[in-house]
T-cell receptor
Framework: SQKIEQNSEALNIQEGKTATLTCNYT??????LQWYRQDPGRGPVFLLL???NEKEKRKERLKVTFDTTLKQSLFHITASQPADSATYLC??????????WGAGTKLIIKP | DTGVSQDPRHKITKRGQNVTFRCDPI?????LYWYRQTLGQGPEFLTY????????KSRLLSDRFSAERPKGSFSTLEIQRTEQGDSAMYLC????????????FGPGTRLLVL
């Protein structure tokens, strides 16, 4: 069955540094992968989508890479700020726009 | 506000009772999704609609769960004979469809079954 793995432990990063989160998957070849941000008690908020034929996507301080050979996506936040503290979820398209989701990585940016 | 809305935001019920949740998607969105999320986990797909048609339903979804989208606009999710294991956050999301895959989520309905 499809499996998505994200670091289950919280990631602590000093303000101003780059935070890098990892999403690994097995047993599937998704057409695209998405990253979302979720704050406590709220629904996820879309951040970036990257397709299987794209290596890298950027949006302001965010960068996503997608390596279909390694079956891995990396999500980077540069010049991190305390306001970036949240849980970050990756989601893979499996069929007909249906997504399966990782458990998320909690990111804590310390001032 | 033109975002996705859900009602109620919180629901406490006793085991064995039926509950119904409502989701109002973004108005021009054709696709509507229901998810369940428990603490420390990602959203778990339950079902989705393309307009009024329910196109897919998770095999994990028991017969106690049913969803409708009668006019292709709002949707309801009903859980019959609730069990303590149904306690979770129920999330609704919508997307434009037609190749636009970004999903926009509502605030969720938090269900607690006593």
């Amino acid at each position: 069955s499809q499996k998505i793995e994200q670091n289950s432990e919280a990631l602590n990063i000093q303000e101003g540094k780059t935070a890098t989160l990892t999403c690994n998957y097995t047993n599937y070849s998704p057409a695209y992968l998405q990253w979302y941000r979720q704050d406590p008690g709220r629904g996820p908020v879309f951040l970036l989508l990257i397709r299987e034929n794209e290596k890298e996507k950027r949006k302001e301080r965010l960068k996503v890479t997608f390596d279909t050979t390694l079956k891995q996506s990396l999500f980077h936040i540069t010049a991190s700020q305390p306001a970036d503290s949240a849980t970050y979820l990756c989601a893979l398209e499996v069929s007909n726009y249906q997504l399966i989701w990782g458990a998320g990585t909690k990111l804590i940016i310390k001032p | 506000d033109t975002g996705v809305s859900q009602d109620p935001r919180h629901k406490i019920t006793k085991r064995g009772q039926n509950v119904t949740f409502r989701c109002d998607p973004i108005s021009e969105h054709n696709r509507l999704y229901w998810y369940r999320q428990t603490l420390g986990q990602g959203p778990e797909f339950l079902t989705y609609f393309q307009n009024e048609a329910q196109l897919e339903k998770s095999r994990l979804l028991s017969d106690r769960f049913s969803a409708e989208r009668p006019k292709g606009s709002f949707s309801t999710l009903e859980i019959q004979r609730t069990e303590q294991g149904d306690s979770a956050m129920y999330l609704c999301a919508s997307s434009l469809g037609d190749g636009e895959e970004t999903q926009y989520f509502g605030p969720g309905t938090r269900l607690l079954v006593l």
